[in-house]
């Protein structure tokens, strides 16, 4: 993601000129309470902001938005394409879908492409990460068997990142970026730590690997030790390290909030440990600060739009923190009452801002208005869709895991013969960590067929 100074220039009124008066075809209709209006309501939304999307034609580059938006926000676009799948049922999107991630997560399936090595960030890398592990738990349609799966990607994000945890400087955490040669080097991030926290939280529970919950409880430990989460669970942007993180940034992102919310949360449906129900209620109290009171309960970022300065990536902060909280109520059902209220509130609000453009579906970034604010963007536009979709959230079964009818990591047909074409291919391509990842694939297989 990009720097977010204070300095930025604020952001002008986009497309205002353009699309002011112009006569309204349709508009977006909400009944939080109507599964049917959700549905529907989704859809317009979805069908705009594919509307920014090209990578799927010929001689465009699958899995990536054209400018301003950079690179992370497609991985973004696509996690909440699974949920939009999940929640509703249509697969419009569906093979757009597995394009682009198939693309953007190569040969290692990590989601490092070499096209982007001059910009990306653990964070940024993070976002692919969720969107793989929301198409495992979701049991999205998996990949061709030549492919890797679901989980083996969102493992390959962990299995970059843990090495890359760097107690050099401020007693651990994530760097920010992940080359030494990029600006934002010696920042470390409550994001990038987040992110980390959030995958490993979801990998225990979906692999029950006590692996991961050692580093979810170290990633924890360390954002609050460091002081990126303050003892009333406000989390901060983050802290150079050139200061040994003590000067922290102290800007808060819905995005922050909702990161460590579902990875606490996941916590939570692992352990049973008193500790980490606390943890997801503080959170839940601390995000207060991002709804508003009037309208009551609608979600809001606060750090630039009420000062209009929410530059790119920030406009989509919001579909984060509601994504994670639906995401939130399964993991730790105690939750379902706090956070119901406002994910309608904010979704009925956010509907209201969606009535713009010439097609009347044009989302506009502030929900608190009710109405459309004149403006146009990818990341808003994928923000409303999250919170509308978030409230078909008790229509839907709860993640599975590999216990429990996940089907991500298994192979469909474990024939002699479709092992040993899996063999070929690794060897050819004579990449060690493939093979190292093929190795895990059928030593999980073989105990697959005999517990099977
Ligand atoms: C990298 O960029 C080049 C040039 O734009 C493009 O041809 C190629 O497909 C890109 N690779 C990926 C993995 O996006
Ligand atoms: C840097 O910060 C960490 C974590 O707060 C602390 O444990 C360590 O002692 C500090 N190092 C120095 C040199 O001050
Ligand atoms: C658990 O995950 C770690 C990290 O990927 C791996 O090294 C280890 O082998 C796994 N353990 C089991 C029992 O699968
Ligand atoms: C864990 O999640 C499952 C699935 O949503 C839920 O049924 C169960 O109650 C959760 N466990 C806890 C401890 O909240």
């Known amino acids: 993601m990009r720097w977010f100074g204070s300095s930025q220039p604020s952001w002008g009124r986009i497309m205002t000129v353009a699309l002011a008066g112009a006569s309204t075809v349709r508009a977006v209709q909400l009944d939080v309470e109507d599964a049917d209006s959700i549905k529907s309501a989704a859809k317009e939304v979805a069908k705009n902001m594919m509307t920014y999307y090209t990578g799927y034609k010929p001689g465009d580059n699958p899995g990536n938005l054209p400018d301003p938006y950079y690179w992370w926000e497609a991985g973004a676009m696509f996690n909440s394409l699974i949920d939009y799948w999940y929640y509703t049922g249509d697969d419009t999107w569906n093979d757009i879908t597995m394009q682009g991630m198939l693309w953007q997560a190569g040969d290692t399936g990590?989601?490092?492409?070499?096209?982007?090595?001059?910009?990306?960030?653990?964070?940024?890398?993070?976002?692919?990460?969720?969107?793989?592990?929301?198409?495992?738990?979701?049991?999205?349609?998996?990949?061709?068997?030549?492919?890797?799966?679901?989980?083996?990607?969102?493992?390959?994000?962990?299995?970059?990142?843990?090495?890359?945890?760097?107690?050099?400087?401020?007693?651990?955490?994530?760097?920010?970026?992940?080359?030494?040669?990029?600006?934002?080097?010696?920042?470390?991030?409550?994001?990038?730590?987040?992110?980390?926290?959030?995958?490993?939280?979801?990998?225990?529970?979906?692999?029950?690997?006590?692996?991961?919950?050692?580093?979810?409880?170290?990633?924890?430990?360390?954002?609050?030790?460091?002081?990126?989460?303050?003892?009333?669970?406000?989390?901060?942007d983050?802290?150079?390290?050139?200061?040994?993180?003590?000067?922290?940034?102290?800007?808060?992102?819905?995005?922050?909030?909702?990161?460590?919310?579902?990875?606490?949360?996941?916590?939570?449906?692992?352990?049973?440990?008193?500790?980490?129900?606390?943890?997801v209620q503080k959170i839940i109290e601390s995000s207060s600060i991002f709804f508003s009171d009037s309208p009551k309960n609608v979600m809001f970022e606060r750090a630039c739009e009420t000062v209009n300065t929410c530059m790119v990536d920030q406009r989509s902060f919001k579909g984060y923190l509601s994504r994670w909280m639906a995401a939130t109520t399964q993991m730790a059902p105690f939750t379902f009452d706090l956070l119901m209220p406002k994910l309608k509130a904010s979704a009925s609000a956010a509907a209201k801002a969606c009535n713009g453009g010439t097609d009347g579906t044009t989302c506009g970034l502030k929900w608190t208005e009710e109405k459309w604010d004149d403006t146009k963007d990818f990341g808003q536009q994928m923000a409303a869709l999250e919170v509308i979709q978030s409230n078909l959230i008790t229509k839907v079964a709860a993640p599975v895991t590999s216990e429990d009818g996940g089907t991500s990591g298994k192979p469909p047909e474990p024939k002699p013969s479709a092992l040993s074409y899996t063999i070929t291919t690794a060897d050819r391509a004579g990449a060690g960590i493939l093979t190292a990842m093929m190795m895990v694939t059928l030593g999980g297989s073989a105990g697959w067929l005999i517990w099977d």
């Not at 651990?172 to 992940?178: D, P, T």
């Not at 922050?256 to 500790?275: F, I, R």
Request: glycine share 8%; aromatic share 18%.
């Open 238 to 279: 983050g802290a150079s390290d050139l200061t040994n993180c003590t000067e922290i940034n102290q800007i808060e992102w819905t995005y922050n909030n909702g990161v460590y919310l579902l990875g606490a949360a996941n916590m939570w449906n692992v352990t049973s440990d008193p500790k980490w129900k606390e943890r």
């Open 110 to 236: 990590a989601f490092m492409p070499n096209n982007q090595s001059k910009t990306e960030g653990n964070d940024d890398q993070a976002f692919w990460g969720f969107a793989a592990m929301s198409a495992a738990e979701r049991n999205f349609p998996n990949p061709p068997s030549d492919k890797m799966g679901w989980l083996a990607m969102a493992q390959a994000v962990f299995n970059t990142q843990a090495p890359r945890w760097d107690d050099s400087t401020c007693g651990g955490g994530l760097r920010w970026q992940i080359f030494t040669w990029n600006n934002g080097y010696t920042y470390k991030n409550t994001i990038s730590t987040g992110g980390f926290f959030n995958l490993a939280a979801r990998l225990a529970k979906y692999t029950g690997n006590s692996t991961y919950q050692e580093w979810a409880e170290r990633a924890w430990d360390w954002t609050e030790g460091v002081g990126f989460m303050d003892s009333d669970y406000h989390f901060w």
